[in-house]
């Protein structure tokens, strides 16, 4: 019998996950002669031995199938919610890990999993990773898949909102995902012909906001649609977080630092009532009626573009090639149309944000686009 290889998808779904489980079961089976068993849930599934061999049917029909056919969970190995405590399970975890006698785990996920991965390949295990997120920020890769089936769908949104925004001649307000990053903000911003795009690594300036949606009904435009990233802040929220951030850095009294991470995540959480009082900010600064729609998870649902399909089908082939050849503790990171294998450690503790040189950048400020400033 042929060495087995273990798969969970961890952290939030993302289009593209089966079309990468498909191809590392479909390549380890057909071209390695490899077994494959997925452990569902993500970590948690691994420390609770819930597993599901993949072969055969299973792995048939699902290439265009959204979401993730083993489940996913955001729990940590060493901070997992067990009964009424949160405990350190990397134990428990190695043990599963010894009795399915894995060659390898392939861990599928974004910047919280990678750092979980890296935990475990520090505590011995055979590891490899794929980056998925339609987030973008996943540090040493070109690309995420699941980004691209985002993008799309927050364009189409974009597209729709022009319509009923010029009816009304209102403003829309349309929040977008990405977490603390502007990857997807812009993107679809971009694409859809956004006239404001506010993104996190730009704090924004209500006034020159206010000012950007004036100057175009002068010039006749009574409409604007104003593309917001859900971690956009404005100038003043992005001084008091760095504020928090830099007082969580310096303390040393862990009552305090817990305290803080708590006010940090909360500040974070609050995205769509700072995206709410943006639009109502808005609305009284330039006296036009102004709409929000947050678009949420339906950016992640439903099924991938061709671009995650092939990009994921992609990662998947090369991280079989790579357990072959026993290249472990690493992510299959996109590079151009190659791949390449980054160490874990170069991956973890970064985060992939928007340059503010960037080339999307220059072409949405050189095409009158207001990015907040
Ligand atoms: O990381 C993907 C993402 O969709 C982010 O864009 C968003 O901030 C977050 O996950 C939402 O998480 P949840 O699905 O757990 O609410």
């Known amino acids: 019998m042929g060495k087995c290889i273990g798969i969970l998808t961890a952290g939030g779904d993302s289009p593209g996950l089966n079309a990468a489980i498909r191809a590392i079961g479909k390549s380890a089976l057909n071209a390695y002669n490899m077994q494959v068993i997925g452990f569902r849930d993500g970590f948690r599934g691994l420390m609770e031995n819930r597993t599901v061999r993949l072969e055969g049917e299973i792995l048939s029909g699902i290439l265009t199938l959204g979401g993730t056919i083993l489940g996913t969970s955001r729990d940590k190995p060493h901070k997992m919610p067990v009964g009424s405590k949160v405990q350190d399970m990397t134990e428990v975890i190695i043990d599963n890990y010894h009795r399915h006698n894995l060659e390898a785990l392939v861990c599928i996920g974004g910047g919280g999993t990678q750092k979980n991965a890296y935990r475990l390949a520090q505590a011995g295990m055979n590891v490899i990773t794929l980056p998925k997120t339609i987030d973008n920020d996943v540090a040493m890769t070109d690309i995420t898949f699941g980004f691209d089936t985002a993008l799309s769908i927050a364009t189409e949104a974009i597209d729709r909102l022009h319509s009923t925004a010029h009816s009304h001649h209102r403003i829309i307000?349309?929040?977008?995902?990405?977490?603390?990053?502007?990857?997807?903000?812009?993107?679809?911003?971009?694409?859809?012909?956004?006239?404001?795009?506010?993104?996190?690594?730009?704090?924004?300036?209500?006034?020159?906001?206010?000012?950007?949606?004036?100057?175009?009904?002068?010039?006749?435009?009574?409409?604007?649609?104003?593309?917001?990233?859900?971690?956009?802040?404005?100038?003043?929220?992005?001084k008091e977080l760095a504020?928090?951030?830099?007082?969580?850095?310096?303390?040393?009294?862990?009552?305090?630092?817990?305290?803080?991470?708590?006010?940090?995540?909360?500040?974070?959480?609050?995205?769509?009532?700072?995206?709410?009082?943006?639009?109502?900010?808005?609305?009284?600064?330039?006296?036009?009626?102004?709409?929000?729609?947050?678009?949420?998870?339906?950016?992640?649902?439903?099924?991938?573009?061709?671009?995650?399909?092939?990009?994921?089908?992609?990662?998947?082939?090369?991280?079989?090639?790579?357990?072959?050849?026993?290249?472990?503790?690493?992510?299959?990171?996109?590079?151009?149309?190659?791949t390449e294998l980054v160490k874990l450690s170069e991956v973890v503790g970064k985060r992939k944000v928007v340059p503010l040189d960037h080339p999307w950048v220059r072409a949405a400020l050189e095409t009158g686009t207001c990015l907040g400033k």
């Open 173 to 238: 307000v349309v929040e977008i995902m990405g977490h603390n990053t502007g990857w997807l903000g812009l993107g679809a911003g971009m694409a859809g012909g956004a006239d404001v795009i506010l993104i996190p690594e730009m704090p924004y300036d209500i006034n020159q906001v206010a000012e950007a949606i004036r100057r175009r009904r002068h010039r006749g435009k009574n409409f604007s649609i104003v593309a917001v990233s859900e971690g956009a802040l404005s100038q003043e929220d992005a």
């Open 243 to 338: 504020q928090l951030q830099e007082e969580k850095q310096a303390t040393k009294d862990e009552k305090k630092q817990e305290k803080l991470i708590s006010t940090l995540n909360a500040f974070q959480a609050n995205h769509a009532t700072n995206t709410l009082r943006l639009s109502a900010q808005l609305e009284a600064l330039t006296r036009l009626e102004s709409r929000l729609t947050i678009l949420g998870h339906l950016q992640r649902g439903g099924a991938p573009t061709a671009t995650d399909r092939i990009l994921a089908t992609r990662l998947g082939t090369a991280c079989v090639a790579a357990i072959d050849e026993k290249r472990f503790g690493c992510m299959v990171a996109v590079k151009g149309e190659s």
